[in-house]
């Protein structure tokens, strides 16, 4: 059962309102405890200045009273002020567990919101602060070789495509390659088109290509990735254009499921791996993100089997 005697008089100098103040009691133990947080003062170094009721105010109480209050100055007539707005609050405090107000739910949870962000204060953030920078440079290349595939760049191919679609209509289909191929025979007789692949297919799209976008662009598709594009279109395009050798390259004429295809690759944009030195500061963030991340994760792991939970019957079952 909880005991009230034991409230923490330390939270009294702060600004909590009273009834977050006297939930305090409601989280604290009848028994006597061990100082297992960093700062908890002992009775001989923390003596006591007075007492209201089952609250105990000390020596710390009114320092840190008046460092937050009066901008620490320590005068007689300060420390006067100081006591009585310390006794005002006391007396709040022990009229308000009197009541039974640190039975209720929202005191319950703000003050265990408050006693858990405080002992993380204490006890988590210093391991936290203590994972920083630098990192040993060894490490940091073991983590760019693993994840070089971060740092590269996939190569994109410039591409032209002559496109009409026969659907599954195999007559169709059939005029369709024929029709491009003749389309594939002037481009090759035509030398000047041959040597402008910026052109892409030129004036051949309009009157061969049923792909509205690029149709009256040269046929120019823009650049893509081996893996194409969301839709099964672009993937098509896609792999006939990372089947030819190299820029200037056109495919034959091509029958797919999504069309009839002549591709045309114009130009290359290489893969590029970014050099280590240029992704070291980055490798080290998300180290350090990681590693801290790990270090709460045991933190909290290494609390929940100290404090293992107990399930509790409903009262009604109990009985």
Same mark, same amino acid.
Not at 54 to 74: M, N
Not at 77 to 102: F, H, I, P
Not at 139 to 157: P, T
């Given at each position: 059962? /909880? ?20 939930m305090v009691a409601g989280l604290s133990s009848c028994g006597p ?17 007075f007492q209201v009721g089952s609250i105990t105010v000390s020596e ?72 920083? /920078?630098?990192? /040993? ?183």
């Amino acid at each position: 059962m /909880p005991s009230r005697s034991s409230i923490s008089s330390s939270i009294l100098s702060g600004n909590r309102s009273i009834l977050i103040l006297a939930m305090v009691a409601g989280l604290s133990s009848c028994g006597p405890k061990k100082a297992e947080v960093a700062g908890q003062m002992s009775p001989q170094t923390d003596p006591p200045l007075f007492q209201v009721g089952s609250i105990t105010v000390s020596e710390s109480d009114l320092a840190h009273h008046l460092k937050e209050q009066e901008a620490g100055r320590t005068d007689e007539a300060t420390r006067k002020k100081a006591l009585k707005e310390l006794t005002g609050r006391a007396q709040l405090v022990q009229a308000s567990l009197d009541a039974d107000l640190d039975r209720d739910p929202f005191i319950r949870a703000e003050m265990a919101r408050i006693l858990a962000n405080r002992f993380k204060e204490q006890m988590l953030f210093p391991k936290l602060k203590s994972i920083a /920078p630098p990192l /040993p440079e060894a490490r940091l290349r073991e983590l760019y070789q693993a994840n070089q595939s971060r740092f590269r760049s996939n190569e994109k191919r410039q591409v032209a495509v002559l496109w009409l679609n026969g659907g599954k209509n195999q007559n169709r289909v059939k005029q369709y390659e024929q029709k491009l191929v003749a389309a594939r025979d002037w481009y090759f007789k035509n030398s000047d088109l041959d040597k402008q692949p910026e052109q892409g297919f030129s004036m051949l799209s309009v009157d061969y290509s049923e792909h509205q976008a690029s149709r009256y662009q040269g046929g120019v598709v823009g650049w893509l990735e081996r893996e194409g594009g969301m839709d099964s279109w672009t993937k098509a395009v896609a792999d006939i254009a990372f089947s030819l050798e190299k820029p200037g390259d056109v495919s034959p004429v091509i029958a797919r499921e999504e069309g009839v295809f002549l591709v045309r690759y114009m130009a290359l944009n290489p893969a590029v791996l970014r050099p280590f030195e240029s992704v070291s500061d980055e490798l080290e963030k998300a180290e350090i993100s990681r590693m801290r991340q790990q270090a709460e994760a045991e933190f909290m792991e290494a609390l929940a089997e100290k404090y293992p939970v107990q399930e509790l019957a409903p009262a009604a079952e109990a009985n």
